[in-house]
């Protein structure tokens, strides 16, 4: 079996990260953080603070995992290196079954969401939400399908050109913008357990830094390279979310955001730049919507093969085969893509269907609460290697699991004690037991 080439540096996954957690996610829900802390700028910038912690540390303590091994899977890999095969397959089965496809699906909506207000005036438009959706899923799959290596030059231009929109309301809002929103808003203990929801939110915001790994066997000299972008990227990520929304709270005030939800960011680009530059604005933000979503596919694209290359898949020899011309497993990618557009159906019905709608199932909340439960148990599994003397600094051994470990567990109160927090745990155990029962069913078939 042909063995996929390295081909991605240091910026690139560096971009990778940043990319993928800075796009949609601070955009989308700045005004679902103010909703769940009642409006409190404070508690929203403590949330922030908070759902850091798991990507700083989270970042810092999965590098160990990196530095131990660069076998296709990432987080596969480390599971299996943690805990055994099973626990493995696992993090692998939910990952391509609900999390990588989910997070597509309401990512290539939101960057849909987004291109029709930009086009606001384009009638036809309006009414194609849907369309280009579906668009944008067939567009970037094929990209990352048919010129992966465009795909990774995609990512990091994303990037880069995505950091204007953000960089122009965080310091622009904070320097021109009015502070009494802060000024009047308290930390209090009963502000913060009201607002615990909010951590889900924040999750999602966050959500995305554990992608890189997925591709650590196409990182050049990836046992350096990956741990440097897993401590480096959560820094950046913080710092620009906690000056967006502070800068956007400024020029706004939360009553404004609270009233205007996903159109918060329009508004405060027409207050500070008028309606001409507020559109380059908005353009920038669809490019960094879809450099976000570009990032999610790069990563979904390559867990059916690394299931496939463990024999844990059905037609595990076809799905593990590297096309000699794309350098990519195809079955893989057609795989992730047929997974993506079922939830993108689902999504659909979250939305569009009155008996759906009445479940309040959000998609882009569903896979965060279980995929914190595999970060939790990885970061408990590098202070369980750490006490057998294999890792010697104390605080890469103990200290950073220790507090990636909290913040999992921050995450996974939030998500327990939100509205729907009970019903996705139980969709994903129902997920978790459907690929135990596969996994068992391979097993008894070798």
Same mark, same amino acid.
């Given at each position: 079996?042909?063995?996929?080439k390295?081909?991605?540096?240091?910026?690139t996954t560096?971009?990778m990260?940043v990319?993928?957690v800075?796009g949609s996610?601070? *955009?989308?829900?700045?005004d679902d953080?103010?909703?769940?802390?009642d409006?409190?700028?404070?508690?929203?910038?403590?949330?922030l603070?908070?759902g850091?912690v798991?990507?700083?540390?989270?970042?810092?303590?999965?590098a160990?995992w990196?530095?131990?091994t660069d076998?296709?899977g990432?987080?596969?890999?480390y599971?299996?290196?943690a805990?055994?095969?099973?626990f493995a397959?696992l993090?692998g089965? *939910?990952?391509?079954?609900?999390?990588y496809p989910a997070l597509?699906a309401?990512?290539?909506?939101?960057?849909a969401?987004y291109?029709?207000?930009l086009?606001?005036n384009?009638?036809f438009?309006?009414?194609?939400?849907?369309?280009?959706?579906?668009?944008?899923?067939?567009a970037?799959?094929?990209i990352?399908?048919l010129?992966?290596?465009?795909?990774?030059?995609?990512?990091?231009s994303?990037?880069?050109i995505?950091m204007?929109p953000?960089?122009?309301?965080?310091?622009?809002g904070?320097?021109?913008?009015?502070?009494?929103?802060l000024q009047?808003s !308290?930390?209090t203990?009963?502000?913060?357990?009201a607002g615990?929801?909010?951590i889900?939110?924040a999750?999602?915001s966050y959500?995305g830094?554990?992608i890189a790994p997925s591709?650590?066997?196409?990182?050049?000299?990836?046992?350096?390279n990956?741990?440097?972008a897993?401590?480096i990227?959560?820094l950046?990520?913080?710092v620009?979310?906690?000056?967006?929304?502070l800068g956007i709270?400024?020029l706004l005030?939360p009553?404004?955001?609270?009233?205007?939800e996903?159109?918060a960011?329009?508004?405060?680009?027409?207050?500070l730049?008028?309606?001409?530059a507020a559109k380059?604005?908005?353009?920038?933000?669809?490019?960094?919507v879809?450099?976000?979503?570009?990032g999610?596919i790069l990563?979904?694209?390559?867990v059916?093969?690394?299931?496939a290359?463990?024999?844990?898949?059905?037609k595990?020899e076809?799905?593990?085969?590297?096309h000699?011309?794309?350098n990519?497993?195809?079955r893989?990618h *057609?795989?992730s893509f047929?997974?993506?557009?079922?939830?993108?159906?689902?999504?659909?019905?979250?939305?569009?269907?009155s008996?759906?709608?009445?479940?309040q199932?959000d998609?882009?909340?569903?896979?965060?609460?279980?995929m914190?439960?595999?970060?939790?148990l990885?970061f408990v599994g590098v202070i369980l290697?750490a006490?057998?003397?294999n890792?010697?600094s104390?605080?890469f051994g *103990?200290?950073?699991?220790t507090?990636?470990c909290?913040g999992?567990i921050?995450v996974?109160?939030g998500?327990? !004690?939100?509205?729907?927090?009970?019903?996705y745990l139980?969709i994903?155990c129902?997920?978790l037991v459907?690929?135990?029962?596969?996994l068992?069913?391979m097993?008894?078939?070798?």
């Open positions: 079996m042909e063995e996929v390295r081909k991605y540096g240091l910026m560096i971009a990260v990319g993928i800075v996610g601070i *955009f989308f829900k700045a953080i103010l909703i769940l802390t409006g409190n700028v404070a508690i929203g910038c403590l949330v603070i908070i850091a798991g990507i700083i540390f989270g970042g810092i303590t999965i160990e990196a530095k131990i076998d296709a990432g987080l596969i890999s599971g299996e290196k805990f055994g095969k099973h397959f993090i089965w *939910f990952q391509m079954v609900v999390y597509t309401v990512i290539c909506w939101v960057g969401n291109t029709l207000q086009f606001s384009v009638t438009l309006q009414n194609s939400i849907w369309g280009v959706s579906i668009f944008y899923m067939v970037l799959y094929l990352n399908t010129a992966p290596k465009l795909g990774g030059y995609l990512q990091t994303t990037t880069f995505k204007i953000l960089l122009c309301i965080a310091f622009l904070v320097i021109f913008g009015d502070s009494s929103s009047v !308290s930390i203990g009963a502000g913060i357990v615990s929801s909010a889900v939110a999750a999602f959500d830094w554990s591709i650590c066997h196409e990182i050049k000299n990836a046992k350096k990956l741990p440097l897993l401590t990227a959560p950046i990520i913080l620009m979310y906690l000056l967006y929304f709270n400024f005030g009553e404004q955001i609270l009233e205007l996903d159109l960011f329009e508004a405060a680009s027409n207050k730049f008028g309606t001409g380059l604005l908005l353009t920038g933000v669809v490019i960094s879809l450099g976000t979503c570009n999610i990563g979904s694209c390559r059916p093969h690394a299931l290359i463990r024999k844990e898949l059905p595990y076809k799905i593990s085969e590297v000699t011309r794309f990519v497993s195809l893989s *057609f795989i047929c997974l993506s557009c079922v939830w993108l159906f689902i999504h659909y019905l979250s939305i569009e269907s008996i759906f709608a009445n479940l199932l998609v882009s909340g569903l896979p965060i609460v279980i914190y439960i595999f970060y939790f990885l290697y006490r057998k003397g890792i010697k104390r605080f *103990f200290v950073s699991p507090l990636a909290i999992a921050i996974i109160y998500g327990l !004690s939100s509205q729907n927090g009970k019903m139980l994903s129902i997920v459907s690929g135990y029962c596969m068992k069913l097993e008894s078939k070798k």
